[in-house]
């Protein structure tokens, strides 16, 4: 192989790995791939085939969206700690299912469902 071929191999693996890493670091801080692709001047359809491409890239993508997740979900519960009612329901619908989802009162008797009677206001 040129020296030519391998210099213009070495100076793509370096531009390869830049914009990987700043799409990575934006991920990081928010789990928006369009606006990472934008940190990292890289086109969606770019940063997707290299998703589908290279599984250390894929595995890393994944980990940065979970970690930017991880910190959300911090602020979220700091936030509920502070008294915000609906955010409070919802985590606990998320994290409780078992016991905070919302469950519907029918009953079924004889192949007839029964409804419970609307309240007013619930149209």
């Known amino acids: 192989m040129s020296k030519q071929l391998v210099a213009q ?38 940063a997707y085939r290299h998703k589908a491409e290279d599984t250390e890239f894929r595995d890393a ?22 008294g915000d009612a609906q955010l409070i329901t919802w985590l606990l619908r998320c994290h409780r299912p078992q016991v905070y989802r919302e469950r519907s009162e029918v009953a079924v008797a004889g192949g007839i469902v029964f409804l419970p ?4 206001g619930d149209e």
């Open 9 to 46: 191999s070495d100076r793509t693996r370096a531009r390869l790995a830049q914009w990987q890493r700043r799409f990575l670091a934006a991920l990081r801080l928010a789990p928006n791939v369009q606006s990472a692709c934008k940190a990292a001047r890289v086109s969606r359809q770019t």
């Open 61 to 82: 993508w994944q980990e940065a969206i979970d970690a930017s997740l991880d910190e959300l979900e911090a602020t979220a519960f700091r936030k509920a700690k502070e």
């Open 117 to 120: 009677q609307k309240s007013t």
